[in-house]
């Protein structure tokens, strides 16, 4: 199936999401918002690597889409509109963090604007060295509302959020990974792309009922006091556990 702004493989259970549209720098359109949870929930596969076309990973919310007539708020049914297309807007990046696999987003050049709230969404970040980060809302007068501030704060410390929130400033990758928002650094945009598919592989090749629960359970935890973890991993453990697939996995590694 063919997309207007992404282009999808999958090889041995990795699957590799593309946005196609570099000569736009990957700008978010309105086919971007809709295409996106269309594949992701589509899915089959153990991993999903996010990446990109082109100098920059992503440029933002395009343009094109402030004077479609869905983003204004003169009236009370305009703003009710606003509404229904921001939580439009929300639940296709959420589809990333709500998949039952891992996602990776491989980020060159620049994740700007709404790319932010993309990433934040997704479990993993790797970069190239001279990638950098921007909530540019704050430089158009807005304020970002698409995950960067809902997510952000429990990924980045919360002065350093407030820093980019309110200057609009650069976060460069390197500092991004000091930070521990971004997971490691390549020099070229190939090497970044290889590293996050070989740590994708890596990721499939273990039970996928494990790490389906994995992602599940350290996302519960994020947003829940520990003794609720507890009750919630005391729950999930037993739906997921497997002897057989124990058995597996111990046979594998002493075979390697």
């Known amino acids: 199936m063919s997309y207007e702004c992404f282009e999808v493989s999958v090889d041995k259970e990795v699957a590799h999401l593309r946005m196609s549209r570099p000569e736009r720098r990957n700008a978010m359109t309105a086919a971007f918002w809709k295409e996106l949870p269309q594949i992701v929930r589509a899915l089959e596969a153990r991993v999903l690597v996010l990446s990109s076309t082109g100098p920059h990973f992503c440029a933002g919310l395009d343009v094109s889409m402030f004077s479609s007539g869905g983003l204004t708020t003169e009236s009370v049914k305009a703003r009710e509109q606003f509404r229904a297309k921001l939580e439009e807007l929300q639940a296709s990046l959420s589809s990333l963090a709500e998949a039952r696999f891992p996602v990776i987003a491989a980020v060159q050049g620049g994740c700007i604007g709404g790319a932010v709230d ?116 005391n729950a999930l453990q037993p739906a997921i556990f497997d002897i057989e697939e124990i058995k597996r996995a111990l046979q594998s590694r002493k075979r390697a």
Do not use: W
């Open 118 to 233: 993309m990433v934040t969404a997704c479990c993993l970040r790797y970069a190239t060295r001279e990638a950098f980060f921007v909530i540019q809302e704050i430089n158009l007068g807005m304020m970002a509302d698409v995950g960067t501030f809902n997510r952000m704060p429990k990924q980045l410390p919360e002065a350093v959020v407030r820093e980019l929130g309110y200057t609009g400033d650069r976060l460069t990758a390197e500092r991004a990974e000091r930070l521990g928002f971004v997971n490691g650094l390549f020099d070229t945009h190939e090497q970044l792309v290889a590293g996050a598919l070989e740590v994708a592989r890596r990721i499939a090749s273990k039970a996928p009922v494990a790490v389906a629960a994995t992602k599940q359970m350290i996302s519960y935890t994020r947003d829940h006091p520990v003794a609720e973890s507890f009750a919630y991993l």
